[in-house]
């Protein structure tokens, strides 16, 4: 029998509670004591069997191999101890690797999307599916598929950025890897997430329907379509006054009837109880509990509160059908037979193993981490430094600071959420950690409350400040080393500490300002969950430095740590450089060094666009023609009075230390039936003398009747790496059901008309045109959309005056 027809058979075995107990989870550390699982609580809160595990690897303050014992014990219990022996799936947050102690820690997804590269993105999730793998872990809440185009919005760095073409790239690859290893992904958040009213989290979606399904929607159809994605995590925001986890218009009629999903609906952490408590549209649990599930959302996180026993006796009350239960039941079983669950719930416990797994990917996560660092400005050359320099001043909060490259969904980020209590209860869903008696968790707890955060980061993950990671790459330099400031507000040393620098300064060849932000759950950080802000600006006591800086007439290049953008505008022409660094994890600032020094190029381009300020938000390349700063000279407004409208730096963009030559664009045809595809092909040349990366960039502009399009599209990139003098040839081949949009009527439809063809290093660096004619009638696109194009590069490399040729598919 296949998954669901054993599944099926199962599910006529249940009795009603334990069908509802299915549809819940538990807090995995609230099942253990100072001596590990403890009967007494097993047996209370899993007597009647359970859905999912939550939190017991990223919570439990265990080492991998221990989490690999405790999964074991749980699932001995649910198999031996219980009615049916139904296991559990246990499920972890794996976003930049698995967020638990003793993990290879990648760049956050921001930086993943900075360095354009699917294939790497697909190789970083199978090593975490193996990883989850390895200590029992058959779920990850991972990738976050929002498109993300509001900068106040203090979760842009867990996302793939703005455009919905690169963030379905990396999500269906994300996709891809970790399923392929038997762990079920789980695509977030459904649906509007990261376009909020005031780009505040939480707060209800702002898009029309038209916008929702064909930019927001995109990459989630794409991964379940194109990778088979098993999961889907609801938003907890609202969209049209009905709270999405509760709407059954989009989780139901948009998601699964619309779109295909088959898969299982899980919610974000209390999304139920918060139906009732924060959004107030239920009078309690039990009722959020019934609007919830029919409205098709299948499992509740992370305990139960309106599912679970409190829903069978809705059920028993007539409030909602046992036969809507048996829907999501059957589902939840399936995926569990579907995971060989029920064939070998069991991991093993070898220590040695499981270590050697848990450790793996550090060459992929510090290359990843060089591809993701983007050089914005390079005035007169400044970077590469000169291998001759010998005094160089890094100033600045992220001087000698290590946990910047650590943000939310880091294991070291909730390691220190977690020590203050106040700050544990205000995440959601930590209660039950807050108020467990776990040893581990304990011990972990106050060790970390007494423990300095850099020297901890240094010994567990080999992790070096900025300045320590500059001595490294310039041996024979005096690296003098000033914090300067503090992040937000002027250090403990006040005004000292900026006198300092200046001196420091003066005194030096070149000057590194260690610039930038911190994400995670805390209060002293820039952004993070629930961590947004009405201003994006660059915290004013950085802004002071840098002037201050400036003032010496030394040259001085600024390093921005951060994921979501700030606005540099008071300050980029103060800078002969400027770099942006994303989140790198423990090798992140290494990258950034290698960089400085030109032991690597710099390989990144932006995710997003960079406003001017914060008046510009939301500001992306995608605006419509005729619209944003997408404006033409027959527009009677066409910007700002006090600033031009465009960005200050646009999407795709990203300087390298070589110099590429773009030659004209051809195409196979300039008459293109609807139901065909056009190949574009573009040639690049590198006329410099380093070898280096270049992200090829392809754009598609097209018009509807009675609709307004993008004024620009991404269709597809490729990233070339390229010798001096060598060429490639990039092959783009694009369907056109890829060009599809809703319709007036609201159908997916696409319509003959002209298309003009865009080709270049970023959004507002187009090196090379074209056009064709998408010919035929009008043709309704539902069920036969196209997301991705294919790309095949073709690498001529000079060699003693001949040449050899390459190809790359």
């Known amino acids: 029998m296949d998954p669901t027809q054993r599944a099926d058979a199962l599910l006529a075995r249940m009795t009603l509670e334990e069908k509802t107990l299915q549809l819940t989870s538990v807090m995995g550390p609230s099942l253990f004591g100072p001596g590990g699982a403890d009967a007494d609580r097993l047996a209370a ?11 017991l690897a990223s919570f439990g303050a265990r080492p991998p191999a221990a989490v690999a014992r405790a999964v074991n014990q749980v699932q001995r219990f649910l198999v031996a101890e219980t009615r049916l022996g139904i296991p559990a799936i246990f499920h972890n947050e794996a976003l930049n690797g698995v967020m638990a102690p003793g993990f290879t820690v990648f760049p956050t997804a921001i930086g993943l999307a900075a360095a354009w590269d699917p294939d790497a993105v697909e190789r970083m999730a199978a090593l975490t599916g193996r990883q989850l793998r390895a200590i029992g872990m058959r779920q990850a809440l991972s990738p976050v598929l929002d498109v993300a185009r509001d900068a106040r919005w203090g979760r842009v760095h867990e996302t793939y950025g703005e455009d919905p073409y690169l963030v379905t790239a990396l999500g269906v690859a994300f996709v891809r890897g970790l399923q392929r290893e038997g762990v079920l992904a789980t695509g977030k958040h459904f649906l509007g997430y990261a376009v909020t009213e005031g780009g505040q989290n939480m707060a209800a979606t702002a898009v029309g329907a038209r916008e929702l399904y064909e930019v927001h929607a995109r990459p989630f159809e794409a991964a379940i379509h194109l990778a088979g994605l098993g999961s889907v995590m609801n938003s907890y925001s609202e969209y049209d006054g009905v709270p999405i986890g509760a709407n059954r218009a989009i989780l139901t009629e948009l998601l699964r009837e619309r779109m295909g999903f088959t898969g299982t609906v899980v919610a974000d952490y209390m999304t139920v109880e918060w139906l009732a408590s924060r959004q107030e549209i239920a009078a309690g649990n039990a009722e959020a509990g019934v609007l919830a599930l029919a409205a098709g959302l299948d499992v509740e996180l992370p305990d139960p509160a309106g599912y679970g026993l409190t829903l069978a006796e809705a059920v028993r009350a007539g409030r909602i059908g046992e036969d809507v239960v048996d829907r999501s039941v ?16 069991y991991v093993a416990e070898d220590p040695i193993v499981i270590e050697r797994i848990a450790t793996e990917g550090t060459e992929l996560a510090r290359d990843l981490a060089g591809r993701s660092v983007t050089l914005l400005k390079n005035e007169n050359g400044i970077l590469p430094l000169r291998p001759e ?34 700050a544990a209860h205000a995440m959601p869903g930590t209660d039950a950690v807050a108020e467990g008696s776990a040893e581990s968790l304990a011990a972990e707890m106050a060790t970390a409350a007494t423990q300095d955060r850099n020297t901890w980061l240094r010994g567990e993950y080999g992790a070096r400040s900025l300045a320590e990671a500059v001595r490294e790459a310039l041996p024979d330099a005096e690296v003098t080393v000033v914090a300067a400031t503090g992040l937000l507000a002027p250090g403990p040393d006040g005004a000292a500490g900026p006198a300092a620098a200046v001196e420091a300064a003066r005194a030096a060849e070149v000057v590194i300002l260690a610039l930038g932000g911190r994400g995670g759950w805390l209060p002293d950080g820039t952004e993070g969950e629930g961590h947004d802000t009405a201003d994006i600006e660059l915290p004013a006591v950085q802004v002071e430095l840098v002037k201050a800086i400036a003032a010496t007439g030394t040259p001085a290049v600024g ?17 002969a450089a400027v770099v942006w660094a994303f989140y790198g994890g423990q090798f992140g600032t290494r990258a950034v060094a290698d960089v400085l020094t030109g032991a690597a190029e710099p390989a990144g381009r932006l995710p997003y666009s960079i406003p001017r300020h914060v008046g510009q ?6 605006q419509k023609t005729g619209s944003g700063y997408r404006r033409t000279d027959r527009d009677m407004h066409r910007g700002y009075l006090d600033r031009p409208a465009t960005p200050l730096f646009a999407f795709g963009h990203g300087l390298s230390y070589t110099t590429f030559r773009y030659g004209e664009l051809s195409l196979d045809r300039t008459d293109v039936p609807a139901d065909a595809a056009v190949t574009v092909t573009v040639p690049v040349t590198n006329t410099g003398d380093r070898a280096g990366d270049e992200v090829v960039q392809l754009y598609f502009h097209d018009t509807a009747t009675g609709l307004t399009r993008p ?8 990233r070339v790496r390229l010798d001096p003098g060598a060429t490639a040839t990039v092959e783009f081949t694009i369907r056109m059901s890829q060009l599809g949009y809703v319709g007036p009527d609201g159908a997916f439809i696409l319509e003959p008309g002209p298309v003009g063809v865009m080709a270049g290093a970023a959004s507002d660096d187009i090196r090379s045109r074209g056009s064709f004619e998408i010919t035929g009638d009008t043709i309704v696109l539902d069920g036969r959309r196209s997301y991705l194009s294919e790309a095949v590069t073709r690498v001529t490399r000079s060699i003693t005056g001949c040449s050899a040729a390459e190809s790359n598919p």
């Open 617 to 622: 938000v939301p500001i992306h390349h995608g």
């Open 330 to 345: 059957r589902r939840v079983l399936r995926d569990k037979f579907a995971l060989g669950l029920f064939d070998d719930p």
């Open 711 to 718: 004024a620009q599209e991404l269709v597809g990139f490729r």
């Open 559 to 575: 390093v921005v740590q951060t994921g979501r953008p700030f606005t540099v505008t008071s300050i980029v022409d103060d800078l």
């Open 389 to 422: 320099i010998r005094r160089v001043a890094v100033v600045g909060p992220h001087a000698d600071d290590v946990t910047a490259a650590f943000p939310t969904y880091t294991y070291p980020a909730m390691r220190w959420m977690l020590t203050r209590s106040a």
């Open 45 to 55: 809160r899993l007597g009647g069997g359970i859905g999912q595990v939550s939190g």
